[in-house]
Each structure stands twice: as structure tokens, then as C-alpha cells.
């Protein structure tokens, strides 16, 4: 069965500040995906990234990057420079590739960021 | 419109009432989702409709009932609920393959249902 540790509850930091959200993963699959959402206080789950199993090259989007660990089953998330906008709760999942519709998430980590 | 839409956004309603969520997706996606959030559990997936079809039931109690007429249009029946059911409804829909999907879920802003 698949897993999805998120180990920070809460994160708080002040604006400016570089933030690192931790994701652990476990899956029996060979090959599956990993995504990001955020959930900003409006309520609605925001895509941010899809990760392939077979890619373990680190992503950068902005003030996004991502770092996939497959020796480690992890999969981290960093803001750069977080600013308040950015306070949400943020959700890890993961996604076995072949026929199964669950997409698994984690708990969630709620950042605060503090002008 | 666009992306997934959810009405009602806010529902309070009784234990013996009924009433309907309705989600509407149009990002021509072919599988829609209904989760629920709780603030004491992770997000739960509920149901799960791929071609209109239901290939998910996740032990989810009879007095949640889901209709799927079409692609695009999704709808969660409730009655006679607890107040333990009380929590954020969010529909999702993807893009997916009949041989298993990859896709990622694009999820509409829920309906924040309180049972009183």
C-alpha cells in the first residue's frame, strides 16, 4: 500500500526566509508519480507539480524547486524567498501508474508566513 | 466558466434533510472524484467515476449516494447525515486512460457542509 509522510505539521517563517517542506514516500509500485498541491485558505486545491518516477531530475519553477530522492523516497519541496502569499497548507501525493485511480495524500503541512 | 465549479459552496443542513453538491467540470476531463476533509482526518477519497463509470467506493455509508449522468457533471446525494459528516466536499476530476492514468487531478474550490 502507498504512503505519504508529511512529518511538519506547522511551519512558520518570516517573509524573505527559504522554507523546505519535507515529503516521505512509500510504494510498492515500480513506477508511479508524485505531485504537489496547495491549499490556500480559500479551500480549493491548487496543482503544482507531477513528478515522474523515472525522472529524478530537480525542478525549479520560479521560487519553486522540487527535489526528488528515489534513494531516499523523498521528495521535498522549497519556497525561495517565501513571501505571504504563500501561507497554505500544502499536500504531498502520490499516484501508482497502472489502472489504479487513488491518488494518495499526505497530511499536509501548514505554512505561515509572516510579513 | 472554468476549471471545476462546486455549488453550493457553504451547506448547513439538518439530519433529516436531503439535499445535493453539485460539481462541474469543463476541462473535458473523463474521470471525476468526490473527497472528503475533515480537520481530524487527511483527505479521504470517497468516489471515484472513470468513463462514467464507478470504479471507486471507498467504504463510503449509504446515506452518500453519488450520480454521474455525463463527463462533465458530478453530484453527491446526501440524506439523513451525521454531524461527525460535517466537513469540506471537494470534487476533482483528471484526464485518465482506460488502462490507468497519470494525470493529475484538478480540484474545484469544495462545499464546506455543516450538519446540525
Known amino acids: 500500500a502507498q504512503k505519504v509522510t508529511q512529518a511538519q505539521t506547522e511551519i512558520s517563517v518570516v517573509e524573505k526566509e527559504d522554507v523546505t517542506l519535507d515529503c516521505v514516500y512509500e510504494?510498492?509500485?515500480?513506477?508511479?508519480?508524485l505531485f504537489w498541491y496547495k491549499q490556500p485558505p480559500s479551500g480549493e486545491l491548487v496543482f503544482l507539480i507531477r513528478?515522474?518516477?523515472?525522472?529524478?531530475q530537480n525542478e525549479i519553477s520560479g521560487r519553486y524547486s522540487w527535489n526528488f530522492q528515489k534513494s531516499t523516497s523523498s521528495f521535498n519541496f522549497t519556497i525561495t524567498a517565501s513571501q505571504v502569499v504563500d501561507s497554505a497548507v500544502y499536500f504531498c501525493?502520490?499516484?501508482?501508474?497502472?489502472?489504479?485511480?487513488?491518488?494518495?495524500f499526505g497530511k499536509g503541512t501548514k505554512l505561515t508566513v509572516n510579513p | 466558466e472554468t476549471g471545476v465549479t462546486q455549488t453550493p459552496r457553504h451547506l448547513v443542513m439538518g439530519m433529516t434533510n436531503k439535499k445535493s453538491l453539485k460539481c462541474e467540470q469543463h476541462?473535458?476531463?473523463?474521470?471525476m472524484y468526490w473527497y472528503k476533509q475533515s480537520a481530524k482526518k487527511p483527505l479521504e477519497l470517497m468516489f471515484v467515476?472513470?468513463?462514467?463509470?464507478?470504479?471507486e467506493n471507498n467504504s463510503v455509508p449509504s446515506r452518500f449516494s453519488p450520480e454521474c449522468p455525463n463527463s462533465s457533471h458530478l453530484f453527491l446525494h446526501l440524506h439523513t447525515l451525521q454531524p461527525e459528516d460535517s466537513a469540506l466536499y471537494l470534487c476533482?476530476?483528471?484526464?485518465?486512460?482506460?488502462?490507468?492514468?497519470?494525470?493529475?487531478?484538478?480540484f474545484g474550490p469544495g462545499t464546506r457542509l455543516t450538519v446540525t
Open positions: 467515476y472513470n468513463f462514467k463509470e464507478q470504479t
Open positions: 476533482a476530476s483528471s484526464q485518465e486512460g482506460r488502462w490507468g492514468g497519470t494525470y493529475e487531478q484538478y
Open positions: 501525493a502520490t499516484y501508482p501508474q497502472g489502472g489504479s485511480e487513488k491518488l494518495v
Open positions: 513528478r515522474n518516477s523515472f525522472d529524478e
Open positions: 476541462l473535458g476531463h473523463n474521470a
Open positions: 510504494t510498492r509500485d515500480t513506477t508511479y508519480y
